[in-house]
Each structure stands twice: as structure tokens, then as C-alpha cells.
């Protein structure tokens, strides 16, 4: 594809609701990263695959959060038991190797009533 | 842990008038990015610095990196309306797998 999509874009939950949110990366890249942005702060990293694998996942708050990234493409982030303080954009970025450029997605705005 | 502020956090200007957002570290910068990101949108990559006292320029912006690697900063001559959006630094933390991003800096225009 032209960039990385995510969807939805847009997700609206209730308090201790399940929710998932998929990222497409660029085609080809293999390195794949989720970020949380809640408002007026700086994207914070949650974590990172290096193809299948998370490589990196000490920025997930806690384990109500996971990823999973199966063939090495498409990633889903899954958010059990959502918490009002889940609220956020949550951005996915990819690059096409570790050390290279990392081209985010437009993101998915989280509300949880 | 490592935490990287902005200033200001933010900044309205007149349209053609400087603007400049600084960025500092508690602890030693391994490279530094910059990120614009406007209204709505998403962070989109400007620019990576890697050498102490780095500077590097793209059309109107300067960006400089600390002769400590402590500290950077995004300088715009003559803003334009285009130039609206949030500025984030980004430490790469030696290895670009997990950027720290600093507090950013909202840059508003007064056309």
C-alpha cells in the first residue's frame, strides 16, 4: 500500500469492554511499532516486532494490553477489560529495517465511556 | 527514566515572523529526530541528527543538535500558514526500535 493504515479510525467502547485495532503496515517493512498519544502529550512507545516476533514490548502499561503480529505483517493490538485512562490515539508506525525512517499511520482515536 | 521537554509549549507568531522550539534531555541524546505533526493528522519525519554540534537545514528550517548531545532545536525563518502543526523531537535511544518523544511544541500563525 501507499503508507500504513490502521483501522478503524474511529472506536467508541464502554468501561470493561474488549477492543482490537489492526495496522497495516508498508508493504515489505519489517519492523512494526505501536504508540499511545493521548492529547497535548508526545506519541509514547508501547511496542515493537521485528518481523513475527516482539522484540521490544516494555512500554505495554500493563497486561491488559497485547500484540500479536503472525506472519510478520498485519499486527492487532488487543485491549481487555478497557479502563477509561485507556483513551488515546493509538499510532502504529513501520520501517523497513530497525535503524530506518519510521512512517506512521493516521491512527485510531480509543474513547472508553 | 529519560525525559525530554520542549519550549516553548507553545507558540503563536505572526505569519513571516521566526520561530524556534528547543528540546532538552536529562540524559545524553543517542540521535535525535524531528517530527512535525499537524492539526488532526499524524507525526511525520522531518529530519535525523547523529553528530555532536550537527546542523542541517531544509529550505526555511535549521535544526541543530548540543556539542553535549544534551539538546537540540528546530529554528523556521518567515513562517508561512503551512507551517502549523505540533513539533516533537524524538530520541532514537540508540537503536530507533523505541523513540522517546519530547513534549512538543504547538506552533499556531497569525496570518
Known amino acids: 500500500g501507499a503508507g500504513v493504515s490502521q483501522t478503524p479510525s474511529n472506536k467508541v467502547t464502554e468501561k470493561g469492554k474488549y477492543v482490537e485495532l489492526r495496522c497495516d503496515p508498508i508493504?515489505?517493512?519489517?519492523?512494526l511499532y505501536w504508540y499511545r498519544q493521548s492529547l497535548g502529550q508526545g506519541p509514547e512507545f508501547l511496542i515493537y516486532?521485528?518481523?513475527?516476533?516482539?522484540?521490544?514490548d516494555s512500554g505495554l502499561p500493563n497486561d491488559r494490553f497485547f500484540a500479536v503480529r503472525p506472519e510478520g505483517s498485519v499486527s492487532t493490538l488487543k485491549i481487555q477489560r478497557t479502563e477509561r485512562g485507556d483513551s488515546a490515539v493509538y499510532l502504529c508506525?513501520?520501517?523497513?529495517?530497525?535503524?530506518?525512517?519510521?512512517?506512521f499511520g493516521p491512527g485510531t482515536r480509543l474513547t472508553v465511556l | 527514566g529519560q525525559q525530554v521537554m520542549q519550549i516553548p509549549q507553545y507558540q503563536h507568531v505572526q505569519e513571516g515572523e521566526d520561530f524556534t522550539t528547543y528540546c532538552n534531555s536529562s540524559?545524553?541524546?543517542?540521535?535525535i529526530q524531528w517530527y512535525k505533526q499537524r492539526p488532526g493528522g499524524h507525526p511525520v519525519f522531518l529530519i535525523q541528527?547523529?553528530?555532536?554540534?550537527e546542523v542541517k537545514k531544509q529550505k526555511r528550517l535549521t535544526f541543530q543538535f548540543g556539542e553535549a548531545k544534551k539538546n537540540s532545536s528546530l529554528h523556521i525563518t518567515a513562517t508561512q500558514t503551512t507551517d502549523v502543526g505540533t513539533y516533537f523531537c524524538?530520541?532514537?535511544?540508540?537503536?530507533?526500535?523505541?523513540?522517546?518523544f519530547g513534549t512538543g511544541t504547538r506552533l499556531t500563525i497569525i496570518p
Open positions: 524524538a530520541d532514537t535511544n540508540f537503536g530507533n526500535e523505541k523513540l522517546t
Open positions: 508506525a513501520s520501517s523497513l529495517i530497525r535503524t530506518d525512517t519510521q512512517y
Open positions: 540524559t545524553t541524546l543517542s540521535n
Open positions: 541528527l547523529v553528530k555532536s554540534g
Open positions: 516486532f521485528q518481523g513475527t516476533g516482539a522484540a521490544d
Open positions: 508493504s515489505g517493512h519489517t519492523a
